[in-house]
């Protein structure tokens, strides 16, 4: 077993599945939200990110990887992308993923990667990264971290053209 703290989520990673925990973040919250009133720029930036809204914001920012399980499974679920790596079960309304496990790639595999070089909105879908890729069993490669909302939709928009 190996253990993969990210951001928003704890990766426990155990034989041939991928076990995500979506994490709550009290403390990057109190400190963010302390910022926000002495900063126009980042209070636009937050809103924008994770609003419309302050009280939705906030919940967005605090269960980040809650959010993020549900995108992935509920996207993995409804389309069954060959792009991406799918997650098979949703257990504690999504504080719980589990995904099937691949293998990890190196840099210079990214130009196998599937590509989603879009814009949604001001926010960037984060796919640059060989970490967010994996080898699936069958020798794809394939996007195994897809919760953020801006990835998602940029995998809804180009589902099309696969």
Same mark, same amino acid.
């Given at each position: 077993?190996?253990?993969?703290? #990210?951001?928003?989520? *704890?990766?426990?990673?155990?034989?041939?599945?991928?076990?995500?925990?979506?994490?709550?973040?009290?403390?990057?919250?109190?400190?963010?939200?302390? *910022?926000?009133?002495?900063?126009?720029?980042? &209070?636009?930036?937050?809103? =924008?990110?994770?609003?419309? #809204?302050?009280?939705? =914001?906030?919940?967005?920012?605090?269960?980040?990887?809650?959010? =993020?399980?549900?995108?992935?499974?509920?996207?993995?679920?409804?389309?069954?992308?060959?792009?991406? *790596?799918? +997650?098979?079960?949703?257990?504690?309304?999504?504080?719980?993923?589990?995904?099937? &496990?691949? +293998?990890? *790639?190196?840099?210079?595999?990214?130009?196998?990667?599937?590509?989603?070089?879009?814009?949604? #909105?001001?926010?960037?879908?984060?796919?640059?990264? =060989?970490?967010?890729?994996?080898?699936?069993?069958?020798?794809?490669?394939?996007?195994?971290?897809?919760?953020?909302?801006? +990835?998602?939709?940029?995998?809804?928009?180009?589902?099309?053209?696969?």
């Amino acid at each position: 077993m190996r253990i993969r703290l #990210g951001t928003t989520r *704890i990766v426990l990673l155990i034989g041939d599945q991928a076990i995500k925990i979506g994490r709550l973040r009290p403390l990057r919250l109190l400190l963010r939200l302390l *910022i926000l009133p002495f900063s126009r720029e980042r &209070r636009r930036h937050f809103l =924008a990110k994770y609003g419309p #809204g302050i009280t939705r =914001a906030v919940m967005q920012d605090l269960c980040a990887g809650l959010y =993020a399980n549900r995108n992935e499974y509920d996207y993995s679920a409804t389309h069954r992308d060959p792009r991406v *790596i799918p +997650t098979t079960k949703r257990l504690w309304g999504g504080w719980i993923v589990i995904q099937l &496990r691949g +293998t990890p *790639i190196m840099v210079h595999e990214l130009p196998e990667a599937p590509v989603l070089r879009k814009r949604i #909105g001001t926010q960037p879908c984060e796919m640059d990264k =060989a970490t967010q890729f994996c080898r699936h069993p069958d020798g794809r490669v394939v996007l195994a971290d897809y919760g953020r909302i801006t +990835t998602v939709t940029a995998l809804s928009e180009t589902l099309r053209r696969i």
